[in-house]
Nanobody
Framework: QVQLVESGGGLVQAGDSLRLSCAAS????MGWFRQAPGKEREFVAA????????NYADSVKGRFTISRDNAKNTAYLQMISLKPEDTAVYYC???????????????????WGQGTQVTVSS
């Protein structure tokens, strides 16, 4: 069982930056999803186990960066130029396997964090 612990959420203003962290109990391929009130969970970004391959939702390309520190088994989501529409609960997810795929579908991920709230005020 892989444990995921997220941190870094908060309340910021539009245009601000925020960095989310997700500490895993082992090295594993990871991704970030988010869910706004009344909406379905949506893909944000994914990172391969090595960290060499990334995938982003069109809505965050150029503003969000996913990265990892393999020595700490921790993934990060650096968010800049935040918009009110980025407001959501952000979930870290992890998937099994040693391949380089970076899927954007939630069914590909087996383990999920508890979620961290990000609120962007206008």
């Amino acid at each position: 069982q892989v444990q995921l612990v997220e941190s870094g959420g908060g309340l910021v203003q539009a245009g601000d930056s925020l960095r989310l962290s997700c500490a895993a109990s082992e090295r594993i391929a990871m991704g970030w999803f988010r869910q706004a009130p009344g909406k379905e969970r949506e893909f944000v970004a994914a990172l391969s186990r090595s960290g060499a391959i990334t995938n982003y939702a069109d809505s965050v390309k150029g503003r969000f960066t996913i990265s990892r520190d393999n020595a700490k088994n921790t993934a990060y989501l650096q968010m800049i130029s935040l918009k009110p529409e980025d407001t959501a609960v952000y979930y870290c997810a992890a998937r099994l396997g040693f391949d380089a795929r970076v899927p954007a579908t939630s069914v590909a991920y087996v383990y999920w964090g508890q979620g961290t709230q990000v609120t962007v005020s206008s």
